[in-house]
């Protein structure tokens, strides 16, 4: 069963960066779209990059230019640069596939438990 550890969040001031880091058991990283994700306050989650297993990946508009995926296969690890960070990234963090794990009889999306980003002064 797969499972999800994110890690490397934190407080930092705008303009800083930060890099998440997405421990993956199970040796789906490079055989999966993996993706981050993130949820703020009252919104709902959503995908903010994307890595496909031939390497291309997909920025939501929001962070496009500012922050890059990438994994590294034999650490069956995903993770999230973040640069030029802004106060509306605050969020907390999750890596998934894409689309997202779905486990037991009622095949609900498991999620890790996340890592938060808070970009304030």
């Known amino acids: 069963q797969v499972q999800l550890v994110e890690s490397g969040g934190g407080l930092v001031q705008p303009g800083g960066s930060l890099r998440l880091s997405c421990g993956v058991s199970g040796r789906i990283v490079s055989i999966s779209n993996m993706a981050w994700y993130r949820q703020a306050p009252g919104q709902q989650r959503e995908l903010v990059a994307r890595?496909?297993?031939?390497?291309?990946?997909n920025y939501a508009d929001s962070v496009k230019g500012r922050f890059i995926i990438s994994r590294d296969s034999a650490k069956n690890t995903v993770r999230l640069q973040m640069n030029s960070l802004k106060p509306e990234d605050t969020a907390a963090y999750y890596c998934?596939?894409?689309?997202?794990?779905?486990?037991?009889?009622?095949?609900?999306?498991?999620w890790g438990q996340g890592t938060q980003v808070t970009v304030s002064s």
């Open positions: 890595l496909r297993p031939d390497g291309t990946t």
């Open positions: 998934n596939t894409d689309p997202p794990v779905r486990v037991g009889v009622s095949r609900s999306i498991y």
